[in-house]
């Protein structure tokens, strides 16, 4: 199958976050993909299979499937309207989380995803000392949502990865760090050990949570967010009631073929 590497919300080679991307042919069992996302070693693998004109797009971490991705997404649309569709400025497509959109304006591609708005929760023992720094507000959506003082502390945190682990575990499918920005609207980064995803360099999926909360919080809709991992990425935000939209650029990394076969015919 066709196989691509792309580094979605990035301007320039390895920056942003990488996701794989496969063209199927034909539908393959969940065990062949899931070792297709284990030998990747990605944070995720995106197939995408197009199937009596719809668009059929399923995500998987080293360890699992999960039920929405947002770099995967930009990356599949970015792979789609460059080398499958040239022509293609919008695509749709089915998901776990329902339809999802994307539209290409130049250089940026702008997904459709839902609103996640987080409830607050109770603080979960420990969670301070696994992450190095005080907390002032934890919130619970898919992600346990976790507000701290400043952009520097989001920046320099301390993190116990195995007691972060277990604190997840039965909480939440990952924990999301986030403070107001210095110089942009808000900042966050992103765990989710117990996916095979220790840190994630940039993840669109969480801010299908941060967009909502932080544009309650600071009264805005529109606003630009940046994810402080060592590789780093940008985000363009927009609450819209129920939906969100999270925009980016993507570059091309590697393109080539997966050969699924032991030997050779």
Request: aromatic content about 8%.
């Amino acid at each position: 199958m066709k196989y691509y590497i792309i580094d979605a919300f990035a301007d320039k080679l390895f920056s942003g976050n990488p996701a794989g991307v496969c063209l199927l042919d034909c539908e393959i069992d969940d065990e062949i993909m899931q070792k297709i996302a284990f030998e990747n070693n990605l944070a995720e693998t995106a197939f995408l299979l197009k199937s009596n004109g719809q668009y059929n797009l399923r995500w998987f971490t080293p360890e699992v499937e999960i039920d929405l991705c947002g770099h995967a997404t930009l990356a599949t649309a970015f792979v789609v309207m460059n080398y499958v569709s040239p022509n293609m400025n919008e695509i749709t497509f089915e998901t776990k989380s329902g339809k999802l959109t994307v539209v290409r304006n130049e250089d940026i591609y702008t997904m459709d995803f839902p609103n996640r708005m987080p409830k607050p929760v109770e603080k979960p023992v420990l969670l301070e000392k696994a992450l190095g720094c005080e907390i002032l507000e934890t919130h619970l959506s898919r992600d346990l949502l976790v507000l701290v003082k400043n952009e520097e502390d989001v920046l320099n945190l301390q993190v116990d990865m195995e007691l972060l682990k277990k604190i997840s575990k039965d909480i939440s499918f990952a924990i999301i760090v986030t403070a107001k920005g210095n110089n942009c609207d808000f900042v966050s980064r992103f765990f989710a050990p117990n996916a095979g995803i220790p840190e994630d360099p940039v993840t669109g999926s969480s801010h299908s949570t941060l967009i909502p909360f932080w544009s309650k919080k600071i009264g805005t809709t529109r606003m630009i967010a940046k994810q402080l991992s060592p590789r780093g990425g940008t985000l363009y935000c927009e609450y819209c009631g129920e939906r969100v939209k999270i925009g980016g650029t993507a570059v091309c990394y590697l393109q080539g073929d997966l050969i699924l076969q032991d030997k050779p015919n």
